[in-house]
């Protein structure tokens, strides 16, 4: 609980928490913090890019029956157990990918700099431990606005953390949250993830904001597919190099150990559950067959890998 009253603290009013419904609002025994990966970075060659792994922290989730919204909590331990996993709790790292391409560093998303728990906002270290420095990037890539994708735009004192960067924003995502009139329909337990994302978006100027449709190209070599569900307008970033090619799937899936094993199983934080699922089998189908390399926003550090087709499911092979 000491968590959740330190992320309270933070004026915030509980955005991010409240973008993730159950994360520190349980009456749980204390499992410890997460182990982080020291170093948090690693750096892997793509072609002619460069694609840095980046480690922002973690959480240790005690594991309840409301993360697997449609499994049976004994059912989600015996898979955990069947891997040699703990079966009491989850960790959830946030890992932000960089892309170097002709010479233009791609941040995508942002972890939470100063806004989030204590065991997060490591972003920054682990971007000089990796040689870069905060004003070296040129464009950050935002996924989606969930409170630990935007939130560390933004120091709390409102100050960039990206001084010299263009954001590019998905259009149905930025259309949803900034509805003046959808966050005054919500339910006051969502009011908060709406007000993250003005804080973090609300009043960067327009050269400074490209809101681009799904499916474009941001850069050479650089794109950008739909991938709708998880929230309305969620969307992932490849990159393409010399015959070799990497998908970014942000929260396509959580903790692989759980729903790439089974895809049909929906994580707390879907909100439209149906089409989540749909869009996850129908990328992880492509992934297989175009033998790509994919990297997941809260897989296990680095984060980086391929999947083979197991079972009904699918297996996380790291890198
Ligand atoms: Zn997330």
């Not at 606005?145 to 004192?157: A, C, F, K, P, W």
């Not at 650089?222 to 393409?240: E, K, L, Q, S, Y």
């Not at 799937?249 to 749909?278: G, I, K, Y």
């Amino acid at each position: 609980m000491m968590q959740r009253r330190h992320f309270l603290s933070a004026g915030l009013a509980g955005a991010a928490a409240l973008s993730w419904p159950h994360l520190w609002a349980q009456n749980a025994p204390n499992f410890g913090p997460p182990t982080l990966p020291n170093p948090g970075f690693r750096k892997f060659q793509l072609g002619a890019m460069e694609l840095i792994a980046l480690n922002d922290g973690a959480v240790r989730r005690p594991l309840g029956e409301e993360f697997v919204t449609n499994a049976a909590l004994t059912e989600v331990k015996g898979l955990l157990a069947a891997q040699n996993l703990p079966t009491d709790y989850v960790d959830i790292p946030f890992n932000p990918f960089v892309i170097v391409s002709e010479g233009k560093r791609f941040l995508i998303d942002t972890g939470f700099a100063d806004n989030g728990p204590p065991t997060a906002g490591r972003l920054r270290a682990n971007l000089a431990a990796a040689g870069l420095q905060l004003g070296d990037i040129d464009h950050v890539i935002i996924s989606h606005y969930h409170g630990d994708h935007i939130l560390g735009l933004r120091n709390r004192d409102g100050s960039l953390v990206y001084p010299n960067a263009v954001v590019h924003v998905p259009a149905p995502e930025h259309a949803f949250w900034m509805d003046d009139a959808r966050m005054n329909a919500a339910p006051e337990a969502m009011r908060g993830a709406f007000m993250a994302a003005r804080r973090s978006l609300g009043d960067l100027s327009g050269d400074r904001l490209n809101i681009f449709q799904p499916g474009v190209e941001l850069a050479p070599g650089i794109g950008t597919v739909a991938a709708f569900g998880h929230t309305p307008g969620m969307t992932m970033v490849t990159a393409r190099s010399q015959g070799q090619s990497f998908m970014y799937l942000a929260d396509l899936t959580n903790v692989p150990a759980l729903f790439a094993r089974n895809p049909d199983w929906s994580v707390t934080f879907d909100m439209d559950a149906t089409q989540a699922r749909e869009t996850r089998r129908r990328v992880f189908e492509q992934v297989v067959r175009e033998r790509m390399l994919v990297g997941g926003y809260h897989f296990p550090f680095p984060a980086l890998g391929t999947f083979v087709a197991e079972g009904g499911g699918y297996q996380f092979v790291p890198a």
